[in-house]
Every structure is written in structure tokens, then in C-alpha cells.
């Protein structure tokens, strides 16, 4: 015959019932902590855009600042660049 295992004395009610209250919390957190990290990869792609066009904004100050003080005409400029317009 097979021996039975024996089986400590516990409140399994109590303990049951804390398990289940602990489970709802973390998958709780668990979903606030999900949206959390959607809002911040969104965040994110809005950071990197600004930071991308700031670079360009920074980049054409540098480039009309230059255009400045070379003194030259914007038809030379264009001449120097072989733009036509």
C-alpha cells in the first residue's frame, strides 16, 4: 500500500484566499507597469523626433550663419553649390 503524505495543519482557506489577493495585485501591477512601458516606447519615438529635428534646426543656423559671413549673394552661393533654382 502506498503511504499517504502527510499534510502540515494550516488555515488552507486563509492562505487560498491571501494566494488569490496577492495574484490580482501583481496582474494588476502587471498591467499598469504594460502600459507604463507602451506610453514610454511612444514617448520615446516623440523624443527621438524632436531630438532629430533639433540636430537639423541647429544645422541650418550653422549653415545661414556661414552663409552670412561669407558676404556672398545667395546666386553665388548657388553657383558655389551648382544648385539652379
Do not use: F, P
Request: net charge positive.
Amino acid at each position: 500500500m502506498a503511504r499517504r503524505k502527510k499534510v502540515e495543519a494550516k488555515n488552507y482557506d486563509e492562505l487560498i484566499k491571501a494566494s488569490e489577493e496577492r495574484i490580482v495585485v501583481l496582474t494588476d501591477d502587471l498591467k499598469a507597469e504594460k502600459a507604463n512601458l507602451k506610453q514610454l516606447k511612444k514617448d520615446k519615438i516623440v523624443y527621438d523626433k524632436v531630438l532629430e529635428d533639433e540636430k537639423k534646426e541647429k544645422e541650418i543656423q550653422e549653415v545661414a550663419a556661414i552663409i552670412a559671413e561669407s558676404g556672398k549673394t545667395i546666386e553665388e552661393i548657388r553657383n558655389l553649390l551648382k544648385i539652379t533654382k
